[in-house]
């Protein structure tokens, strides 16, 4: 059988959203799952380095919706993502290499942690 990332990635959020719909049932989720078995899961790939290896690597991986945020070194590497996913680059770690964003949206610490809470799973690459 071939493993196919998006049979993982489908597995996962239906297990995950059942889960917490068990924990609602049972009372003692007082938090609202942040998704169901009904909605499409979002990755989130957060890069670390600014490796120029890592994007073949992580491209073929980048589902529509999927959202890709470069952090430190990884800013180096926003030309390398002009796809389908959305590209965030943390305005902080523009600011201290003096590099201008010439692609995707810069963020700042609050709108990544945002990110984290909307998108699931969030993997790191480094």
């Known amino acids: 059988m071939i493993n196919r990332p998006w049979d993982w990635k489908q597995r996962h959020c239906l297990s995950t959203a059942h889960r917490c719909q068990q924990r609602k049932l049972a009372g003692n989720f ?5 998704f169901s078995p009904f909605e499409a ?12 290896q890592l ?6 991986l980048l589902a ?3 959202a890709v945020l470069l952090l430190g070194d990884g800013v180096y590497l ?3 993502f002009r796809s389908r996913a959305q590209l965030y680059l943390r305005q ?6 003096g590099i201008q964003a010439s692609t995707g949206q810069t963020i ?3 709108e990544w942690v945002a990110l984290t809470l ?5 993997v790191s690459w480094s």
């Open 30 to 34: 007082s938090i609202q799952p942040r």
């Open 41 to 52: 899961c979002m990755t989130m790939h957060i890069l670390l380095s600014g490796s120029v």
């Open 55 to 60: 994007p073949p690597q992580i491209l073929p």
């Open 64 to 66: 529509d919706g999927d």
């Open 78 to 80: 926003q030309a390398h």
């Open 92 to 97: 902080q770690d523009l600011q201290q290499r």
């Open 108 to 110: 700042s610490d609050e």
């Open 118 to 122: 909307t998108h699931q799973p969030v």
